[in-house]
């Protein structure tokens, strides 16, 4: 898709078997037979012409390579380095992503993957093999994206999905902005010294703490997403904070009723002071009663629900996907992320799947834009969802 990929592959500075363990990953592009949103000649003429004329930004995704075989997944994460899928982005047709690492299953700095040197190694590993390439860059500023379409790269907003344990010292949210962090959670499921999660069974809101960290983050012009916080933290956020919120990456709970899924006074709250929803995609979350198999069909009963609720300049996408088996990677990781207990009680049936058909990985993109035309939205509502409202977004909020 017009990107300036040289074949780059990560670590390849470096010397396997010497200076780093080699894995056997995943393919990056058609590791399953994942379905296309059939076009006619004129239908995918009109996606070449969106795509060239506006700007495509993922709100959350993980453009990581995993290992090929999923009894390896443990043993990558407590290694520490990360494989960006070069090839797979630069086929997904997106301008800019908001890069969520290995947030939640990072092991190499010991159990808690939260841990404040853990979140540091990511970044820096991650970054150290971005500065090798010219394909990707890390953004630090709104218009990165709108550059990144001029040029022909990728850029790539570095998200936190929760703040790592820094304790009572917000300096160190000075720090994570400085290493390039760009958008931060304030709860990743789990409760913690700031707010409530979605996870936890009583939502206890916004501490005092989390009060001054809205503040901070405000000031630095870092975005918060409330993507894995509680409904009632949500709420106190989206009332706190001077600037726009977001959610990065969730569902409509009207539609599927797990804690994962936002409702809908959570999420017309959020539009009514200016913010976006991402919708995501990460296996067996955006389902519906009626679309019970998790496909891009599901997802996108998810967006028009949203979209209708809170107005086209309000959704848009973060499918949360990633490179590899993401369905073995919940199991492998489920006391990680929280997975059982982010879950309400008495979901109702639903048809397990081995990946989510139509949106299975980052390079899979497009197809949101193909649905798009397919189901007759103008060219200024699909300018709008693909990256548009994230743009305008990033430019009240991210200085």
């Not at 700095?109 to 820096?124: A, E």
């Not at 570095?158 to 959670?185: F, N, Q, T």
Request: hydrophobic share 40%; proline share 4%.
């Amino acid at each position: 898709m017009r990107k300036k990929y040289t074949g780059y592959s990560s670590y390849s500075y470096l010397e396997a078997g010497r200076d780093y363990k080699p894995f056997r990953l995943a393919r990056q592009l058609g590791r399953v037979e994942s379905s296309i949103v059939p076009l006619s000649k004129a239908e995918e003429e009109r996606v070449e012409e969106i795509l060239e004329k506006n700007i495509a930004i993922s709100f959350h995704d993980h453009g990581i390579v995993f290992p090929e075989d999923p009894g390896e997944f443990l043993e990558y994460s407590r290694r520490g380095r990360m494989w960006i899928a070069y090839e797979g982005l630069a086929a997904s047709g997106l301008d800019a992503y908001f890069e969520g690492l290995m947030d939640g299953i990072a092991l190499s700095d010991g159990p808690d993957p939260w841990s404040w040197s853990s979140v540091v190694r990511q970044i820096g590993l991650f970054a150290s093999d971005i500065d090798h390439q010219d394909l990707l860059f890390i953004a630090r500023r709104a218009e990165d994206a709108v550059k990144a379409h001029r040029e022909g790269r990728i850029a790539v907003y570095l998200h936190l999905e929760g703040p790592p344990r820094i304790g009572l010292d917000l300096d160190r949210v000075d720090v994570l902005y400085g290493l390039g962090a760009r958008c931060m959670g304030i709860a990743y499921s789990r409760g913690n010294e700031f707010a409530g999660g979605l996870a936890d069974k009583k939502d206890n809101g916004l501490t005092d703490l989390g009060y001054e960290l809205v503040d901070r983050m405000n000031k630095l012009g870092m975005l918060i997403d409330l993507a894995h916080a509680g409904d009632k933290t949500s709420l106190e956020v989206i009332e706190a904070s001077r600037r726009p919120v977001a959610i990065t990456h969730a569902g409509a709970r009207a539609l599927w009723p797990s804690r994962r899924m936002k409702p809908d006074e959570v999420i017309q709250a959020l539009a009514e002071k200016n913010g976006v929803f991402g919708v995501e995609a990460s296996p067996h979350t955006t389902l519906t009663k009626d679309n019970p198999r998790h496909t891009l069909e599901s997802i996108m009963k998810h967006f028009e629900y949203i979209a209708e609720l809170a107005g086209i300049r309000h959704v848009a996408f973060g499918p949360d996907t990633l490179f590899g088996d993401h369905v073995a990677l919940h199991k492998v990781f489920a006391g990680e992320l929280s997975i059982h207990a982010a879950a309400k009680e008495n979901l109702p049936p639903y048809r397990e799947v081995s990946f989510v058909d139509g949106l299975e990985n980052p390079s899979q993109f497009t197809n949101i834009v193909r649905w798009l035309v397919k189901h007759g939205y103008s060219d200024q509502e699909i300018s709008l969802v693909i990256g548009g409202n994230i743009e305008r977004l990033l430019r009240e909020t991210i200085i």
